[in-house]
């Protein structure tokens, strides 16, 4: 079995393996720090927008919807490369790959979280904003109490499906150099001239995101049955 | 003798969505402890003419005042009056996501500004008022029509407001549920709480109703005592509709 072999050894080399092993913990580490910043930021971003869409003053909605617009419509690599170059040619001083990665994703997520808010919002019938400004809460207190806790459980597969999609979004960081999972599983190719550091990567992002599709799943099945 | 200063004193009040002119000019004034009913076809501005005394709608015009403030002024802060306001709706509008007793209790902790505690010990003394602290820690989902209403009004005294507006409180209970409600009304009129009902539970105005006023158009149309408005209507579109009411 010659090609059984052969493809031991370029896709499931466990010599490699070990070998290139301390680069891809490196590069997990650093897809989680993005993620566990990235995720929080965008999905907070996104209900501050969509709070404030919530008080219809109708100039700053006008406003909003071009930024959501905008940010939907732009592809998040196009994005990231604009903020990483750009950013530090408009601000004459370099900027940390991190840094940049991390405002283009909270750019980006914010208007797809927002998005999700919003129509959580829209779906709490108007009576219960009327019934918590009747007992004297401010708009605000009302939306963090009342309206916001119940907007976004039914928005919870949403949420989660899109916290999904971020986190695989956030491999495109590594076309700009920062050393995150994908992009140290790519160097490392280029030093064992085998496939195996891109088979571990896959693996490691299934594993990681495989419990939170399991999630969206039974998130999913529960709102259907409380239909 | 001094006036007794009223209550809910709503002067003239105008109110249009766009072109379409629902109240046309018209007054309400509660006296301390008085009970007032309002009656009228749907769409007569009932529930506008509520939601005007807290200000849930901006009258167009006019002036209202609560235990002699011009809530309507400008630099009001509304939040603070409308804790002197208890309104119970059609709907219930509980809190899903809350505890019968965490219903009770938010406006206490949030606008009041009361500690848990103490705000958690005067939610439960409201829901015994209602007959319902053995549901403190029931969900609204958990409960029938009758006992949400019923903990809805609780959701209001607890704030120990100087006036409770009803805006069709039973109108949307199954007929063998309307008597929990009503009852636990009574009660609280006879504590001596100030109150404005909408509502087209006749026999419950005859009994406690010291003022009946009967809506039309956007108008006052007929008020008086209820065995004047309902034993000898004077108006003609007050005898029409009293017939059509109690026609089924
Ligand atoms: N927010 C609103 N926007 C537009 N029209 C409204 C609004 N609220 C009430 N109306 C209209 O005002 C009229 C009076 O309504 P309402 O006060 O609810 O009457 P009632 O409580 O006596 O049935 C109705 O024609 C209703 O359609
Ligand atoms: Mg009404």
Redesign the interface.
């Known amino acids: 079995m010659v090609e059984w072999e052969v493809i031991r050894f370029s896709f499931f080399n466990l010599e490699t393996l070990q070998e290139i092993w301390p680069m891809l913990w490196r590069g997990w580490l650093m897809t989680v720090q993005l993620c566990v910043a990235v995720v929080p930021l965008g999905f907070f971003a996104g209900t501050i927008l969509a709070t404030i869409y919530s008080l219809r003053i109708k100039s700053v909605n006008a406003a909003l919807i071009v930024y959501v617009d905008f940010f939907r419509s732009v592809p998040p690599l196009v994005l990231l490369i604009y903020v990483t170059y750009g950013i530090p040619l408009l601000l004459g001083a370099d900027i940390d790959a991190f840094v940049a990665v991390l405002f283009a994703f909270t750019l980006n997520s914010s208007s797809y979280f927002g998005e999700i808010v919003r129509a959580g919002i829209e779906s709490i ?1 108007k ?2 904003m ?9 708009t605000l ?1 009302a939306m963090r ?2 309206i916001l ?2 907007a976004l ?1 039914n928005v919870a597969p949403d949420l989660t499906s899109n916290t999904i999609e971020l986190i695989k979004a956030t491999s495109i960081a590594s076309v700009v150099a920062l050393p995150e999972l994908l992009r140290m599983g790519r160097v490392a190719q280029g030093l064992v001239y085998n496939a195996t550091p891109l088979i571990a990567v896959a693996v490691i992002y299934l594993i990681m995101l495989w419990p939170m599709v399991r999630l969206l799943s039974r998130l999913e099945r529960r709102m259907m049955s409380s239909r | 003798m001094a006036r007794v200063e009223p209550v809910v004193e709503a002067l003239a009040i105008h109110k249009s969505f766009g072109d379409l002119e629902v109240l046309k000019g018209v007054n309400l004034t509660v006296a301390p402890q008085e009970l007032v009913f309002i009656i009228g076809p749907s769409g007569s501005g009932k529930s506008t003419l509520l939601r005007c005394c ?1 200000l ?1 709608e901006e009258p167009s015009s006019g002036v209202v005042k609560i235990t002699g403030e011009d809530i309507t002024a400008a630099g009001v802060d509304i ?2 009056v ?2 002197r ?3 119970v ?1 059609q ?1 219930f ?5 809350m505890s019968a007793l965490g219903n009770v209790s ?2 206490l902790r ?2 009041k500004k009361q500690p848990r505690a103490q705000a958690e010990a005067k939610a439960q003394e409201a829901l015994e008022r209602v007959g319902l602290a053995h549901k403190a820690d029931a969900y609204p989902t958990e409960l029938s029509g009758g006992q949400q209403q019923r903990v ?1 009004i609780a ?2 005294i607890a ?1 120990e407001p100087d006036v409770m507006l009803f805006d069709e409180p039973t109108s949307a209970l199954d007929p063998e549920l309307v008597g929990s409600v009503l009852e636990v009304m009574r009660e609280l009129r006879k504590s001596g709480m100030t109150m404005v009902v909408v509502s087209h539970e006749m026999r419950f105005a005859r009994d406690a109703a010291d003022r009946v006023l009967f809506m039309d158009a956007g108008m006052v149309v007929e008020e008086g005592p209820p065995d004047e408005v309902f034993g000898a209507p004077k108006h003609e579109r007050t005898k029409a509709f009293l017939a059509s009411v109690n026609g089924h």
């Open positions: 019938p009576g219960q009327e019934a918590a400004r009747s007992t004297g809460l401010t207190q109490y009342v806790p119940q459980k | 807290n849930l939040n603070q409308r804790q306001i208890g309104m709706f709907s509008n509980l809190y899903p996501h938010l406006a949030k606008v809805a959701r209001a704030m």
